[in-house]
């Protein structure tokens, strides 16, 4: 396995013992500490992995090096930490998670004080005091000072349930198959689920990041889940990334519906009762297109990455938004993909509408998404987006959208190539009706990229 430190917009990531070291975590928290300034305060929380407390530690170590403060929220979900980071007023936040990725990975993600996600400006500045070891440490007797607030995933699990109705959905009596991975998860969501008044079944469900099975929400990852809902007879499936700010859904037959249902059916109960804008990324499904339409509201399409994602929401006031990998992000409660509130919309949606999940679904256009990658270097890809895009003008049906890579959308399908922002790779997707016409769209635009990047 290849082992390098990552070092992007969505903060640094790498193996444990490895890239990513005690070292590497007290260097970044005295980056972030040095930009934030002496005196101000950052909330840090962790998920479950056995390698966060010892990292959460180091960071800590290097934020207090630097004369700031520091608020210890423990284990807790990344929307969980990101909404106590407002809530406590602090200067900035940090996340010691991987995500979805495998057990041993590890990394820090930075925070604003709105909870989001750092700017890509602010996260190069970071990326660049740490490359240059610049840090304003303080003398001793100035060094920040460390509390503890146990009070986050309580805190996120009353906010999201703020913004639902709990009755509604507890009248319903639903039983709930949740897999937590063992994740951050685990400990915040029974109490949501006890709110709703369901049922719940519970599996991975303690907070030791011993995965039980690789943590990303995907199909091959959750055949325990689907095997589970359907023998319980359960109403629903739900599956969470280890720092459950994504979820995918499984139906009452035990059929996972795919991660790119979550925002579709969660954004078709918001505009069920309220009427806005929404904002989601490049290469997330259309079929946010179908239900933003259904309900007459206009979808902004942003560049791919969660900050802008939120970016593009607070730019065009946006009531709802999110990312198609599972991550919904409701700005009433905190500005990051949070799956606690695509749990109680999802079946607040069901209980309102007396329909099972199945039927949810089938009411929603299937389309079929094919993605795939191609080596290309940081100068080639402008150069394959000119190339493409001069061979999709011929049409007169064609838009495109060049914020993040090209997008080209056609009438009843779309195609996207964008440069990766941590690998030398293009990736490739397109969705459509039938899998003929997403895979002629991959196949055409590879061809124009081959093309490319073989004269480069
Ligand atoms: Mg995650």
Redesign the pocket.
């Known amino acids: 396995m290849e082992d390098r430190l990552i070092v992007s917009v969505s903060g640094v990531r790498g193996i444990v013992g490895g890239s990513l070291t005690p070292q590497v975590a007290r260097e970044f928290g005295r980056a972030f500490g040095t930009m934030l300034g002496a005196g101000k305060t950052v909330a840090i929380g962790r998920d479950t992995r056995p390698s966060g407390p010892e990292l959460q530690g180091a960071v800590t170590a290097g934020l207090l090096d630097t004369g700031v403060n520091v608020v210890d929220l423990a284990v807790a979900s990344?929307p969980a930490i990101a909404l106590m980071t407002r809530l406590l007023a602090a200067d900035g936040g940090v996340v010691v998670?991987a995500?979805?990725n495998p057990g041993e990975y590890n990394g820090i993600k930075f925070l604003q004080p709105t909870g989001t996600g750092l700017t890509a400006a602010d996260a190069s500045k970071l990326k660049g005091v740490w490359q240059a070891r610049r840090f304003a440490t303080v003398e001793q007797d100035q060094r920040g000072r460390k509390s503890q607030d146990a009070g986050a995933g309580a805190r996120h699990v009353e906010t999201v349930a703020k913004c639902c109705d709990a009755s509604a959905v507890a009248a319903a009596r639903f039983k709930v198959v949740l897999d937590s991975v063992n994740g951050a998860g685990s400990l915040e969501t029974p109490m949501l689920l006890e709110r709703l008044g369901c049922e719940l079944v519970h599996l991975n469900c303690e907070p030791t990041g011993d995965f039980a099975h690789p943590p990303e929400p995907v199909a091959e990852n959750l055949a325990e889940l689907c095997e589970v809902v359907k023998g319980q007879g359960a109403a629903v499936g739900f599956a969470q990334?280890?720092?459950?700010?994504?979820l995918a859904i499984v139906d009452e037959n035990g059929v996972f519906i795919g991660e790119e249902y979550t925002l579709a059916l969660a954004t078709a109960f918001v505009l069920s009762k309220r009427r806005g804008k929404v904002a989601t990324n490049m290469v997330t499904s259309r079929m946010i297109d179908d239900v933003a339409e259904a309900a007459g509201c206009e979808v902004i399409r942003t560049p791919t990455g969660e900050a802008n994602v939120v970016e593009g929401m607070l730019a065009h006031e946006c009531i709802f938004g999110g990312e198609g990998g599972g991550?919904v992000i409701e700005p009433r409660v905190v500005l990051v993909?949070d799956s606690l509130v695509a749990i109680a919309y999802v079946l607040q949606y069901m209980a309102e509408t007396g329909r099972a999940m199945s039927e949810l679904v089938a009411r929603i256009p299937r389309y079929v998404m094919i993605k795939t990658k191609i080596p290309c270097g940081a100068g080639a890809a402008e150069k394959v987006a000119v190339a493409v895009r001069k061979v999709f003008e011929t049409r007169e049906d064609a838009a495109f959208n060049e914020t993040d890579g090209l997008r080209v959308a056609l009438p009843d399908a779309w195609v996207c190539a964008r440069a990766s922002n941590t690998e030398p790779i293009m990736r490739i997707i397109a969705e459509a009706g039938s899998r003929d016409v997403a895979e002629a769209l991959v196949k055409k635009v590879r061809e124009i990229a081959e093309a490319v990047t073989a004269e480069d």
């Open positions: 990344t998670t995500s979805h990334d280890a720092d459950a700010d994504r991550g993909r």
